[in-house]
């Protein structure tokens, strides 16, 4: 039997035991290696909801993780037993439009893991045994640990964000938020070549993790004048999912600059000062998810490239799923928290 967890409403999480099915001819068996707890896991934890996905059904989460292969079908030729596997959670259709110009993270056919966005929900990732279609899996030969391994997916959504920034050589960049997305977000807009990195954050644990990874600067919101924020970044990066932090990056960001929103922000609206953007020509862009850039999370991290260990915080068994919840949600104790099989 394999371990399975639920949500089935704000922190209403519930356990079952399931037996693992077979896999068919190109699907693959996987043992979960390590899990993370994201952003949105956390909001359908503690909201039953993220935006506008809401929980209709019980929903297993997870979207960020690793694993080892248990068993593989019949058409299965490139996986083996025993190998650890880097986990795509993104199963794009790959024949509409979208996809075939080379946009398949807007794919309108998209199967995301441990999501709600669409009914019935497609299940995710935590739980001790899963099959995956082989084409979600990339086959890790390299000395990395599965926790490290686990970074491929958040590590994906920080690139593709810096990827839709522009160019970045030479330039200043702003990050608001200090959390996992915030830190892989400095990480990937040095290897673009960014000149200075200035992270902002409402606490102080989150900015000290972004410097320990390569942030040239940090500032406490909370104790900053107005002042510091005008006009100091060529490009803003949203990480914090917050309303204020995108005020933030409004302010900072100079004249012919550009913001990328990378974070969700809350589904209620928010006042939007469009004739800032205008007068100002600022370029606002979404981030959303990730496509080749999965490929590339996979290659820095099992070459080291990227260095994520510190931002891993704490292991903790599938079984105890509701104190990582709260674990993770709490800011001032972690930074990543995972599950482990």
């Not at 356990?15 to 979960?32: I, K, N, Q, T, Y």
């Not at 995956?132 to 590590?155: N, R």
């Not at 997305?181 to 900015?207: F, N």
Request: charged share 20%.
């Amino acid at each position: 039997m394999s371990l399975t967890c639920h949500i089935h409403a704000s922190e209403d999480l519930r356990f079952s035991d399931v037996e693992p099915a077979a896999p068919g001819p190109h699907e693959v068996l996987v043992r979960l290696g390590a899990a993370g707890i994201c952003g949105s896991d956390l909001h359908y934890y503690f909201h039953g909801k993220v935006g506008a996905f809401v929980i209709r059904e019980p929903l297993t989460p997870g979207h960020e993780a690793s694993g080892i292969v248990e068993a593989v079908g019949s058409a299965v030729t490139r996986l083996a037993p025993g190998m650890k596997v880097a986990i795509n959670p993104s199963h794009a259709c790959g024949q509409c439009d979208y996809c075939r110009a080379g946009r398949d993270n807007l794919c309108r056919q998209m199967r995301f893991l441990g999501s709600a966005s669409v009914y019935p929900h497609v299940q995710g990732m935590f739980r001790q045994h899963f099959l995956m279609h082989e084409a979600q899996l990339t086959p890790v030969t390299a000395d990395i640990s599965l926790g490290e391994l686990a970074f491929a997916e958040p590590l994906s959504v920080a690139l593709h964000g810096v990827h839709r920034a522009g160019d970045l050589l030479g330039k200043t960049v702003l990050v608001t938020g200090g959390g996992t997305i915030g830190s892989l977000a400095v990480m990937a807009a040095r290897l673009a070549g960014a000149a200075k990195i200035v992270v902002c954050d409402i606490a102080r644990r989150p900015l000290d993790v972004a410097l320990s990874v390569g942030a040239d600067e940090a500032i406490l919101t909370t104790e900053a004048p107005a002042s510091a924020w005008q006009d100091i970044a060529d490009v803003s990066l949203e990480a914090a999912g917050s309303p204020a932090a995108l005020d933030t990056c409004l302010a900072a960001t100079r004249r012919g600059g550009r913001i990328v929103q990378v974070g969700t922000l809350p589904a209620e609206g928010l006042h939007f000062p469009a004739n800032n953007i205008m007068a100002r020509e600022l370029d606002y862009v979404g981030a959303f998810r990730f496509g080749r850039e999965f490929d590339w999370a996979v290659q820095y991290l099992t070459s080291r490239r990227l260095d994520v260990r510190p931002l891993l915080s704490a292991q903790l068994p599938l079984a105890q799923a509701a104190e990582a919840f709260r674990l993770a949600a709490d800011k001032s104790r972690s930074t990543k928290v995972q599950l482990t099989g």
